[in-house]
């Protein structure tokens, strides 16, 4: 937990790993995820390092087991999760994998295919058997084939010409719905009616063999005279993607084919079936083998690719990496290397270098700290190991979301959902859920669980609980004692329907009351006034107290990477500068608050016209000082602020140019030995990762590059302004606290009183009213919900974060570091 308050101490480590047993060693660190490896071979393209074959086996197993598992899919089979924790599987094993994933895929392709073909058979069977088995009635063109006893027999015999021998020929076939009526339009106007045809549509669905989706068809029939004509009606045909099939014109032998394709539809069903049974035992098998050979082969390539960034030595005989490791896990590093290597006989070597460049930034965080860690990062990840916010942003997150969102009632139903999730987390179903937004807040159910905490407790402060007061405590007003001493008559009370209490009236103010806001103001017409004057006053306090606490920690920073000279130069003014103007407003508020009681509240001064003054070095005759010496204590105050200014513009580039013409004047022995002492401490660079002032004008190839005056004193003076502005705009963003507060406050009221008050002041009958209030108390929780906690608490959610990246961490956070992404098998595990 110490590592929340500032990232670890982070080292670059050399690793040197025997040829043989650099794959063993590598997968160790990915089980473990201890390193962060850095690529040695960033001007080599991944097509040219030494493992790029064994990484290409690997995803071209990858491919296989795509296929596969869309197949197991498109069967409509889940793949179980794999057993336990699989190691990477060793080098050797990786042709047997391939292998017998190859064999199984090919199997499966096979197997697939002559399902797919047997479907395909059957479907035309059946298409077949439909077209012959659908009644379309004898064509006219056929009559010259009935008997001579035929009703259609004309009496005298035609007179001979030259179409007498022509004979009539069938075309039968199957076409989609909806392009029939196309199919028959275009047939009568190409043969210009030298046909006839019927269409009818099918009784039965037939299944896809493809999609697996039940179609329908339209069967046709059609009669034709001459072979030009056959040619046009096929050609037509296949142009729609009919089909067709041969047609008996003898009923008796169209019954014999019929029964002939029912038997062979029969008999390729049963062959299919088969086919089927099979096809799910190799489905089977992919199931086994599936989940475990997708995670290895994962793992596998992973390693290689880590091994792709290792540069080789020059006797070939070991892989040389470079990795970022946490001081506090090396010794657990020696270990796994040394177990890793013992086998080949040459154990592998760790040892710490030195290193100019900045090292990343870890932070171990658990299931509760991760989500304001969270928060944290999304600004910006800190330098290396810079104060980390984070541990007290779990403190002052929730409790200035609670100042603007204070209602006991909708934080306890922000708890209570959030208590549910923290309850049910380890639950698989919980962690399984697909929904971004459900993600989101099962993410961050610690964050909600203390902003409704929170909540209660500035609700209880401002006693509101769905927008209504509550008496816990009795009042600190007294009605009775103001009737009594006032002779408040009938007539009194008719003529004044507001009346007024006098604190000054002996028995009417007993005291304060012992938690909270008294609960006589939400009777009272200044409610509004009051609570404006009370949040107003109470936002400038937090925000005074939380920035000058950010400049507090800046200290912490200034220690621990040597740079004392801030302390004098910019934390010390720039804490004079802030409490000396807006700390002094603080002071008069609570100077206020305790020395003018309700007694002597109408002769108490405007600490406004004060403060006014104070910067305009004048008085006011009609405003009253609050303590002797007053005028004096303030232009101190305004004459010292005044004076931080140029020692914040000036002071550190001074320092900074008078260290350099220092180093300047030093011999070259001096340098040497610095130098010498820089290579032989790993951590003697640590100082350089300071401010980018202290860097300006220096690249990080050359730390001993001459500092470039304009440019340090561009950015001080930046610093210098963004600081002194900041106060005043940062002091008056707080007063958002005031602001989003009063709003929720007044939007809780509004639909209270527009939706349950209407109801409970009905003058209906009791039962009536009873029934009433069932769908009317629905409307009213479905808009608490909506409106009051995911709108409104969004709203305060986003300002909270406004306040801690602008307000707070620009004062001490530059977050312009980077995170330590370990290698690790995690993520594949998962």
Not at 310 to 334: F, G, M, N
Not at 703 to 711: H, I, M, T, W
């Amino acid at each position: 937990m110490g590592s929340m308050f500032r990232g670890e101490e982070v080292a670059l480590v050399q690793l040197f790993l025997p040829t043989a047993a650099a794959y063993t060693c590598v997968s160790q660190l990915g089980e473990l995820g201890l390193v962060e490896f850095r690529d040695l071979n960033a001007s080599v393209s991944a097509f040219q390092r030494r493992f790029v074959v064994d990484v290409r086996r690997c995803e071209e197993l990858e491919k296989t087991f795509t296929f596969l598992q869309e197949e197991v899919r498109r069967a409509g089979l889940a793949l179980p999760p794999p057993e336990g924790r699989l190691p990477a599987p060793p080098p050797r094993d990786l042709l047997r994998i391939q292998e017998e994933t190859d064999r199984l895929a090919l199997e499966l392709r096979d197997v697939r295919g002559n399902q797919q073909e047997l479907r395909a058979q059957l479907y035309q069977l059946q298409l077949h058997e439909a077209v012959l088995g659908q009644s379309h009635g004898p064509p006219l063109a056929a009559a010259h084939t009935d008997g001579p006893s035929s009703e259609r027999s004309p009496l005298l015999p035609p007179p001979g010409g030259p179409h007498q021998d022509l004979k009539v020929n069938f075309v039968a076939g199957a076409v989609e719905p909806h392009k029939a009526a196309a199919l028959e339009r275009l047939l009568w106007r190409a043969c210009r009616g030298f046909l006839i045809a019927s269409f009818q549509e099918m009784e039965q669905q037939l299944q896809d063999p493809v999609t697996g989706e039940p179609t329908r068809w339209m069967t046709f029939l059609i009669s034709y005279w001459g072979e030009q004509i056959g040619q046009k009606i096929r050609k037509i045909t296949a142009c729609f993607h009919c089909h067709v099939f041969p047609f008996l014109e003898q009923e008796g032998a169209r019954q014999g084919a019929l029964q002939q394709l029912q038997q062979q539809s029969q008999e390729l069903q049963e062959v299919l079936g088969e086919t089927e049974r099979f096809l799910s035992q190799v489905l089977g098998r992919v199931q086994q083998l599936l989940p475990a050979g997708q995670l290895q082969i994962r793992k596998m390539k992973a390693v290689y690719l880590a091994l792709n960034q290792c540069s080789v030595s020059s006797t070939h005989k070991c892989l040389i990496a470079e990795v970022w490791c946490a001081v506090r896990d090396l010794p657990t590093l020696q270990q796994v290397l040394q177990a890793s290597s013992s086998e080949v006989g040459v154990s592998a070597v760790a040892h710490r270098i030195p290193c100019q460049d900045m090292p990343p930034t870890l932070i171990r965080t658990n299931r509760f700290t991760a989500s304001f860690q969270g928060i944290v990062d999304a600004y910006g990840v800190g330098r290396y190991q810079e104060v980390n916010p984070a541990p007290y942003t779990i403190i002052t997150f929730p409790f200035l979301f609670a100042v603007m969102f204070g209602d006991v009632g909708h934080g306890l139903l922000m708890f209570l959902f959030a208590l549910a999730m923290v309850l049910a987390e380890n639950q698989p179903a919980m962690k399984a859920m697909q929904n971004e937004i459900w993600q989101t807040f099962f993410g961050g159910r610690y964050l909600l669980l203390l902003m409704g905490l929170f909540s209660v407790y500035t609700g209880f402060i401002y006693n509101e609980c769905f927008s209504r007061a509550t008496t816990i405590f009795p009042s600190g007003w007294s009605v009775a004692a103001m009737a009594n001493q006032s002779g408040w008559s009938d007539a009194y009370l008719a003529q004044h329907p507001v009346l007024d209490l006098d604190p000054n009236v002996s028995g009417v103010f007993l005291g304060p009351y012992p938690f909270g806001i008294d609960p006589v103001w939400s009777l009272a017409t200044n409610h509004l006034r009051f609570l404006n004057s009370f949040k107003m006053k109470m936002s400038v306090i937090l925000g005074v107290v939380h920035m000058a606490f950010g400049v507090v920690l800046g200290v912490f920073n200034h220690m621990h990477f040597g740079q004392s000279h801030r302390l004098l130069l910019e934390t010390l003014p720039e804490l004079v500068f802030l409490l000396g103007l807006f700390g002094y407003l603080v002071f008069l508020v609570v100077y206020k608050w305790l020395c003018f009681t309700a007694v002597d509240s109408a002769t108490a001064p405007s600490i406004l016209i004060h403060f006014i003054n104070m910067f305009l070095f004048s008085r006011s005759p009609t405003n009253r000082p609050l303590y002797s010496g007053q005028e004096v204590v303030q232009y101190v105050l305004v004459v010292l602020a005044l004076a931080t200014v140029p020692v914040l513009l000036l002071g550190t580039p001074l320092y900074l140019l008078r260290q350099q013409r220092r180093r300047q004047r030093r011999p070259a022995g001096g340098q040497n030995e610095d130098k010498a002492k820089l290579i032989d401490s790993p951590d003697a660079s640590e100082s350089d990762w300071g401010p980018d002032e202290e860097k300006a004008g220096c690249s990080e190839d050359d730390k001993d590059a001459e500092l470039v005056p304009s440019e340090i004193f561009m950015h001080q003076a930046i610093h210098t302004i963004e600081f002194c502005l900041g106060c005043i705009s940062n002091t008056a963003s707080y007063l958002r606290l005031w602001a989003l507060s009063l709003a929720h406050a007044q939007l809780s009221e509004v639909l209270w009183a527009m939706v349950m008050r209407v109801a409970l002041n009905s003058d209906l009958a009791v039962g009536v009213q009873a029934v009433l209030l069932v769908p009317i108390f629905a409307a009213f929780a479905v808009m608490t919900v909506a409106i009051l906690l995911v709108m409104e608490g969004l709203s305060a959610f986003l300002h909270a974060l406004r306040l801690h990246w602008v307000e707070f961490q620009n004062k001490f956070y530059s977050g312009n570091g980077y995170k330590l992404s370990p290698f690790t098998f995690a993520v594949e595990d998962e």
